[in-house]
Nanobody, 123 residues
Framework: QVQLVESGGGSVQTGGSLRLSCLVS????????MGWLRQSPGKEREVVAAVFSNGVTRYGDSVKGRFTISQDNAKNTLYLQMNSLKPEDTAMYYC?????????????????WGQGTQVTVSS
């Protein structure tokens, strides 16, 4: 059974930083695409960052230069380092995984999901 468990969310002020972690089990970590997605109230879920199994990364336009996705295969853990946070980054953040080595760009390409961790950025 695939399980993804996020941690690291919280409340910060504008300009602050957070690091999200996602511990993965029951899944061939490092063999397939993984990503971070987020959803704010009243908005559609969007892909924030993704990492291909070969290490190539992709970012949403709104977070480029501020967020960094990484993974530690030895720890089966995916990370999202978030710097220079803005109020518009406030959302529930989800760790998710696909079943291919390359990352499809659609939310529906992600087959496995964590429960989410809340990030709140105050001005």
């Amino acid at each position: 059974q695939v399980q993804l468990v996020e941690s690291g969310g919280g409340s910060v002020q504008t300009g602050g930083s957070l690091r999200l972690s996602c511990l993965v089990s029951g899944y061939r970590f490092g063999r397939y695409c993984m990503g971070w997605l987020r959803q704010s109230p009243g908005k559609e879920r969007e892909v924030v960052a993704a990492v291909f199994s070969n290490g190539v990364t992709r970012y949403g336009d709104s977070v480029k230069g501020r967020f960094t996705i990484s993974q530690d295969n030895a720890k089966n853990t995916l990370y999202l380092q978030m710097n220079s946070l803005k109020p518009e980054d406030t959302a529930m953040y989800y760790c998710a995984a696909q079943e291919t080595w390359y990352c499809g760009g659609l939310v529906d390409d992600y087959k496995y999901w964590g429960q989410g961790t809340q990030v709140t950025v105050s001005s």
